[in-house]
């Protein structure tokens, strides 16, 4: 009996990826299901999870539908609530002061 594809392999999957990687499927799972069910107006505002990464961090960012697709068509970006980026490690690609669209600085 194989045990590939098991639930628990889908868990080590889940357990490997940062906390901030987790939201950010979280985030475009919300968004998909709206976009199937074509529930809620595009502007309307949606609640996500900050993408910032920092363990402790609850904060939600308030968007609408068409600014998480705007962010998001830019690439591998991260959403965080405004002021929340890490500068140490982050670019702050945009800031409008509800949210901020970040992208991890280059190792070079
Ligand atoms: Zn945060």
Redesign the pocket.
Known sequence: MSYMGSPLSCLRETNSMSQRELYRAVNANIVGLLDRFDSGLPESTLELL?????SE?T?RVSLSRDEYKRARSAGAHFL??SG?ALPAVERVILDNGRYSVVKLASKT
């Open positions: 900050c993408e910032c990464g920092r961090c904060e965080a609530t929340h």
